[in-house]
């Protein structure tokens, strides 16, 4: 009796240890990423080959899968990580400003986790007497991807530096909406009213290949400074569920940063097969990569300019007093101003 006790004991036993071996410690879980199409979602491309992600979160002790979901415009990646549909995304700084005021106090206020990219913008003139801003004529056009694009933002700034306060306005009656494409082509033609151009890589190094076309300022001339140009925002409601999740994303922007700076080729070579192109090659991409080295990572930069002028401007209602009240953790030390 006592052996056929001791027996079944031991096939209890035995039971459950496969169980417990069949069993993960903890269930993998499925993280959704919004991207878009450009240079500067560079970062992201190399996270998704290379498996950053998972990498930074097995880490941390996290099991996790990334799933990167491509949209063709601002708008439906951010109506996706307002419905849940994606968990992050990156976001223009003046978007991400407007979606952390949108919903403050609710589990869909939009905060910051990690910087991407301090791509920085370029307004460049084939127009050899334009030194400044003050040289445009009103009859020059100045095109921009659209009226609501960070580039908007700078050259508002800019204005109320090159002619004074309450002249932010000044030049906006000039603006027209361009695909990047488009603008490239009509300032290298040279036969249109568009005379300049507030590019972006790799549309500026296509553009100041040409010796007619110089720069008339940068995004740092208008900001004051480096500024970002993508950063990664998720809501409360994913940070609250997921709070380890915003210091993974961070540190695997800064792995992805470090392979840029490294190893140009290999991040263009990743560039080109996540996003081909007819007109970049290789050494294209790997020749402004090396020049835009430093600009990846997850400090963000700029915040706190862009947030004082969009309450200037009566965009925010209550700009946030410090940067630092829409980060998390991650970045709550990066060098922003």
């Known amino acids: 009796m006592w052996c056929l006790a001791r027996t079944k004991a031991r096939g209890a036993v035995l039971a459950l240890a496969m169980a417990a ?55 439906p990646m951010q109506d996706a990580i307002l419905s849940g549909s994606v968990d992050m995304g990156p976001y223009g ?37 334009v030194k400044t801003l003050k040289d445009l004529k ?23 530096k090159a002619f004074g306060d309450g002249q932010r306005d000044k030049l906006r009656s000039q603006v027209v909406a361009l695909p990047h494409p488009e603008s490239l082509n009509a300032l290298l033609s040279g036969s249109t009213e568009v005379t300049a151009y507030f590019s972006s890589a ?13 720069t008339i300022l940068t995004s740092s001339d ?36 470090q392979i840029i700076k490294t190893d140009p080729r290999k991040a263009a070579e990743i560039y080109l097969k996540a996003e081909p192109s007819k007109t970049l090659d290789v050494p294209a991409v790997e020749a ?30 209550n700009p946030p007093k410090s940067w630092k009240e829409i980060v998390t953790p991650s970045i709550a030390n990066s060098p922003s101003t």
């Open 21 to 75: 071996a069949a069993t993960p410690a903890f269930a993998q879980q499925e993280i959704k990423i919004g991207i878009g199409f450009g240079l500067a979602f560079l970062p992201t491309y190399l996270c998704d080959e290379l498996k950053l992600v998972e990498k930074h979160a097995k880490a941390a002790g996290l099991d996790v899968k990334t799933t990167y979901n491509r949209f063709s415009g601002s708008g």
């Open 202 to 214: 790799p549309f500026t190094q296509a553009a100041l290949k040409s010796p007619k076309i110089h």
């Open 222 to 257: 208008a900001i004051g400074g480096k500024a970002s140009f993508l950063i990664m925002g998720a809501t409360k409601r994913f940070i609250d569920a997921q709070p380890k999740m915003p210091d993974v994303i961070a540190k695997a922007m800064d792995e992805a940063a």
């Open 93 to 129: 700084v003046s978007a991400l400003l407007i979606a952390w005021e949108k919903a403050k106090g609710t589990p869909q206020q939009m905060f910051a986790i990690s910087g991407v990219t301090t791509l920085p913008l370029v307004l460049v003139t084939n127009q050899p007497e």
């Open 138 to 160: 009103p009859t020059d056009r100045i095109s921009m991807p659209s009226l609501v694009s960070p580039q908007m933002y700078l050259i508002q700034m800019a204005s109320e």
């Open 288 to 317: 402004i990569l090396k020049d835009l080295k430093d600009d990846f990572g997850s400090p963000v930069y700029g915040v706190q300019a862009y947030a004082d002028f969009m309450g200037k401007l009566g965009q925010l209602k």
